[in-house]
């Protein structure tokens, strides 16, 4: 990170000699022209592929921008765009001479539209809808132009709030007609033409808080949407993070923040809780509760800011706040009342995120570990990370004898390199993990270097398409000396490239620090590749043993994003094989497996499923005819309803908590959290004929 440091402090030099202004109207101006140089600077000199900055880079840039510009084409006109377009090619002399030209100009267009649509979309829902028209809607904005003229628009819009009333309204009249079977007189009848009205004003209310929403960006939300096509252009997983972002990206990492632990979203302008986590301070307060309306927001003894119609993100920022520093909340609750709750805020730790297990008592005792994500505080010296926690939960398996362990990767989206080395080293002597290469660098190896093997014993990893990243080190180097039985669907998805992040404030020059907080960037660096030489970017990791799942025949993974780096291969590093190797039975074992598969109602189900979320995938026309609408529903829910109840069977595997985390729970309290966990653990089908591979194994 010095090096990169260096080399943006330098890129800096000329941005500082032509920014020495200290007057307050110019900050703005003055950090618009510091983040497009040390973004663009940064991505030239760090980011794994060599870019030039030209016409091709502003075509790609461009088509990114429009899309995230008006991703539904609900607003621009197709003259919008071609006013637009003569930005296509000049995006690079823009990004020279640190001009926002195309940016203005969109914003003044997006605003000017919206304000047009905003009369438009009132007036439609002022009148009835007629349901009995034999219309349809295509719901795919990729497969529709942009309007061409105002009855065009008009007509997109009417087609828009009439599928969204239509939803709504169907499903009304279900649960009028079954509260009428059931002869519940609690619920009161109404006619069609008062279900109708009530749905569309539904509507408008839905649409008011959207319109509402985007009245609330402000310039630098917008700067955000056009820096973030600029670093998408490089690939999927560049990303320039306002302030916000970054500080969401490390709670993300590191599992916790300091606050009151309560899930907050924004409805009709009140910032509303949704959920109380478990153990955290508002949890232990006790008054605050689901569905509470924060109205304000007070910092101890000061008085309270009110957060009525404010942007959830600035009213999360003042809710939130230091480890034992208090906030008072004035409350509205259910019943109309406004109270004030004092809280003082407390570390959350978000438990989900951790590494956990159990045993699974079958004819053997399985250990399961669950890893949600290769989380680490890289911002605290001690802090918490999933090698340290693996190991512990590895230790505590032993403790109980198991006969084998079971790694849970299913949507693990990956995280810290440095970790996934670490507990890769937990299952093998020595060798390498992983080879990393960088731009015109000879690859460097990351190495288990300590002989040390904390567990020597049958291993299986469970993958998915979801499973990316870190995730894909760990199966691929696992696969690759044969150390455990790879589990899941065809491929994982194929991310194998590694991020790392620049943060812009701690390389901005001290005569800058006013403009601080600029955020920082997420830049693709490297790439990585497995000890025998590929790399899983693109085609992921293949399973030894592969199992049916929903996603099979669909584009899922990083080959189906924008601008993705391509496959290639490097030499192999040097490695011996595990002493304990499957590679002789591995025929075997998949043949068993096969077969019992082959014989399971709950796997042909999925199959099915599969091929039917592949159908219904290029099905985007949907009627906005009442009778046809209603029927076409309720074929979707009958095959979904088919799948659904299969995964409901329990499969037999008996879940049993570990004894030293059962003597840790609180006698006063039940997690329900992990209770929902072992009920689901238990109805898990791939976790079942894991076991069963994993028997086979042993």
């Keep these: 990170m010095k090096r990169t440091n260096i080399l943006i402090l330098l890129s800096l030099v000329s941005v500082i000699c032509l920014l020495g202004f200290t007057s307050s109207e110019q900050d703005e101006h003055r950090r618009n022209n510091v983040l497009i140089d040390i973004v663009v600077q940064g991505l030239q000199r760090n980011h794994f592929s060599e870019v030039d900055i030209d016409d091709d880079f502003s075509s790609r840039v461009f088509e990114i921008y429009l899309h995230r510009l008006d991703y539904s084409k609900r607003f621009l006109f197709k003259s919008d765009v071609e006013d637009l377009s003569v930005f296509e090619t000049k995006i690079d002399d823009e990004i020279k001479n640190r001009s926002f030209a195309l940016l203005e100009k969109s914003i003044e267009l997006m605003d000017k539209r919206v304000e047009e649509t905003r009369v438009i979309y009132q007036e439609i829902l002022e009148k009835p809808f007629d349901f009995t028209v034999e219309e349809d809607f295509e719901m795919d904005s990729e497969k529709r132009d942009y309007p061409a003229s105002s009855e065009e628009m008009n007509e997109l819009w009417r087609k ?15 649960n009028q007609e079954k509260a009428i079977e059931k002869n519940d007189t609690s619920i009161e009848i109404k006619t069609f033409a008062q279900i109708e009205e009530n749905c569309r004003k539904a509507i408008l209310k839905r649409n008011n808080s959207w319109f509402h929403s985007y009245d609330q960006l402000e310039w630098p939300d917008r700067r955000s949407t056009y820096l973030n096509a600029i670093t998408s252009s490089f690939d999927p997983h560049t990303s320039f993070m306002p302030p916000r972002d970054k500080e969401n990206f490390d709670i993300g990492m590191t599992g916790q923040f300091e606050g009151i632990g309560a899930t907050l979203t924004s409805r009709d302008g009140y910032v509303t809780v ?19 309306k924060i109205l304000k927001v007070a910092q101890g003894n000061e008085e309270p800011v009110d957060i009525v119609d404010m942007r959830l993100d600035k009213a999360v920022k003042l809710i939130r706040g230091p480890k034992d520093s208090e906030v008072r909340l004035t409350v509205q609750k259910i019943d109309a009342s406004v109270v004030v709750i004092p809280i003082i805020r407390d570390v959350v730790i978000l438990k989900e995120t951790y590494a956990k297990s159990v045993i699974i008592d079958d004819d053997s005792k399985i250990g399961y570990i669950k890893l949600p994500k290769f989380y680490a505080d890289f911002n605290k010296k001690g802090g918490r990370n999933c090698a340290e926690d693996m190991a512990l939960e590895i230790e505590k398996l032993k403790e109980e004898n198991v006969d084998g362990i079971i ?10 390199l440095q970790d996934v080395v670490k507990i890769a080293g937990l299952f093998i002597e020595d060798g390498p993990i992983v080879q990393v290469k960088a731009r015109n660098l000879e690859p460097f190896i990351f190495e288990d270097k300590d002989e040390k093997v904390q567990y020597d014993g049958p291993l299986a990893i469970m993958v998915n398409p979801f499973s990316a990243s870190a995730s894909e080190i760990l199966a691929a180097a696992m696969q690759d000396y044969h150390r455990a039985v790879i589990v899941g669907s065809s491929s994982t998805y194929g991310k194998g490239t590694v991020q790392k992040i620049i943060d812009f404030d701690r390389i901005l020059p001290s005569n800058l620090s006013d403009l601080k907080p600029l955020g920082a960037m997420k830049v693709t660096m490297q790439k990585f590749y497995r000890i025998n030489g590929g790399t899983t970017q693109l085609q992921g990791v293949i399973p030894d043993i592969i199992l049916p799942n929903n996603y099979s025949y669909l584009d899922i993974g990083e080959k189906d994003l924008d601008y993705p780096l391509p496959f290639d291969n490097i030499d192999a590093a040097k490695y011996d094989t595990w002493k304990g190797s499957w590679e002789k039975s591995i025929k075997k074992i998949r043949k068993k497996s096969e077969k019992r598969v082959g014989g399971n109602k709950i796997f042909a189900g999925i199959e099915q499923n599969a091929h039917r979320l ?11 005819n009442l009778e046809k609408f209603k029927i076409e529903k309720k074929n979707l829910q009958e095959q979904s309803k088919k799948y659904k109840d299969l995964l409901r069977e ?37 976790l079942f004929e894991t076991v069963n591979i994993l028997n086979d194994l042993m």
């Design 160 to 174: 828009i709030l009439k599928y969204q009333t239509l939803a709504r309204l169907e499903n009304k009249l279900e």
């Design 614 to 624: 592949k159908d219904r995938k290029s099905e985007t026309i949907v009627s906005l």
């Design 407 to 416: 790694i849970d990767l299913r949507n693990n989206g990956g995280g810290s």
């Design 274 to 292: 949704t959920r109380i986590v478990v153990g955290s301070a508002s949890w232990k307060q006790g008054e605050l509760q689901e569905e509470d």
């Design 650 to 686: 329990p499969t037999g595997i008996k879940i049993v908590s570990l004894k030293s985390d059962i003597l840790e729970i609180e006698k006063d309290s039940v997690d329900e959290i992990k209770l929902k966990w072992h009920k689901n653990l238990g109805k898990d089908v791939y």
